[in-house]
């Protein structure tokens, strides 16, 4: 793919799952890409299978040395590390805060350091993975649904602000993928994301297929667009239907 060869490429949260996949496909597409995760040893351990730069910490801190890691230029940014809180409103105010941090300003912060150079030169790639619970919810994980719809609506705003500029942003939307994330979302994952789960090398290949068609939207499950017109067609209809499946949920615990 001729946007991604050669390609200076980030990938936050690539120690597994997802971000493990997206890594090494921008790879075998071409790209040079950094490796970061909290974890040093997995950054390491992705980086060396694929040619690339281990760049290990946290994902807000990483913009400049990896930048420098790639000789001075950016050219994609996969803001793909994220965080699946669970809890009600009840959630401590600190769970809270972390998924804030994690699933949103993680993702500002990065724009911030990106934009002025992509700006100037009018080209850039940001790639939010953002879950089909930023454009829906999930039952049981009150911080994780409200700060993925804060990633989505911060992917958009990036996008209809930019985009005549040169910037291209993406928002990957999937439901559930097989990683350890979905493993930790326990009883709620296994009633609502497990039947439907995919590999990550799935959302991979759907993001360079959104990456071709030139499309923000990124749906590795397709009949989440149809649940997203249903909810905003008719959210009433809509919520009563979650609502019986919070109720299933309820009855099985």
């Not at 930019?162 to 939307?173: E, F, L, S």
């Not at 397709?222 to 949920?249: C, F, G």
């Amino acid at each position: 793919m001729g946007v991604v060869q050669g390609a200076g490429v980030v990938v936050t949260g690539a120690g597994g799952g997802i971000g493990a996949a997206l890594a090494r496909r921008f790879a075998a597409e071409g790209a040079r890409v950094v490796v970061n995760d909290l974890d040093a040893n997995k950054a390491r351990a992705v980086a060396d299978g694929i040619g690339g730069i281990a760049v290990p910490g946290d994902a807000s801190t990483i913009v400049a040395e990896a930048r420098a890691a790639l000789g001075g230029t950016v050219d994609v940014y996969c803001a793909n590390a994220g965080l699946a809180s669970g809890g009600s409103e009840a959630a401590e105010e600190d769970v809270w805060a972390l998924a804030w941090d994690v699933n949103v300003m993680a993702h500002v912060r990065a724009a911030t350091e990106l934009l002025p150079e992509w700006l100037e030169r009018g080209s850039g790639r940001f790639v939010s993975t953002v879950s089909a619970a930023g454009l829906l919810t999930m039952i049981g994980a009150a911080p994780y649904s409200v700060t993925k719809h804060g990633a989505y609506a911060f992917a958009e705003w990036l996008s209809l602000t930019y985009r005549h500029r040169g910037i291209k942003v993406h928002a990957i939307c999937p439901q559930g993928v097989r990683t350890d994330m979905l493993a930790g979302t326990g009883s709620a994952g296994d009633l609502v994301l497990a039947p439907t789960a995919i590999e990550p090398e799935a959302v991979a290949e759907a993001l360079f297929k959104g990456i071709e068609e030139d499309r923000f939207l990124i749906l590795p499950h397709p009949e989440v667009a149809a649940y997203y017109q249903a909810r905003a067609t008719d959210p009433d209809h809509w919520l009563t239907s979650m609502n019986h499946i919070q109720q299933k949920w309820e009855a099985a615990r």
